[in-house]
């Protein structure tokens, strides 16, 4: 069982950044891809980025050149730093862990982004 725990969210307002955390638990953190999704009130969820164990990382078009994923193997812990943030990027963030059998969801940190 892995647990993640994401923090970092809060109200900021347009133009301003933010960076989450998320601490995972358990021995294989190292080895798994790692990716933050976000979820809109009446959105689907929808991939925001991704890093692979070798360090690859992949985004959603709407935040290349804002967001930046990166990861601290030493620290089990996955970071989305998040720059000249738009009201449009308001949602729940959530961490997602990419098992070797299943897949584990964070909690969700919101983020607002006030105009």
């Known amino acids: 069982q892995v647990q993640l725990v994401e923090s970092g969210g809060g109200l900021v307002q347009a133009g301003g950044s933010l960076r989450l955390s998320c601490a995972a638990s358990?021995?294989?953190?190292?080895?798994?891809?790692m990716g933050w999704y976000r979820q809109a009130p009446g959105k689907q969820r929808e991939l925001v980025a991704s890093?692979?164990?070798?360090?690859?990382?992949d985004y959603t078009d709407s935040v290349k050149g804002r967001f930046t994923i990166s990861r601290d193997n030493a620290k089990n812990t996955v970071y989305l730093q998040m720059n000249s943030l738009k009201p449009e990027d308001t949602a729940v963030y959530y961490c997602?862990?990419?098992?070797?059998?299943?897949?584990?969801w964070g909690q969700g940190t919101q983020v607002t982004v006030s105009s």
């Open positions: 997602k862990y990419y098992g070797l059998g299943r897949n584990y």
């Open positions: 358990g021995s294989f953190f190292s080895i798994v891809t």
């Open positions: 890093i692979t164990s070798g360090g690859s990382t």
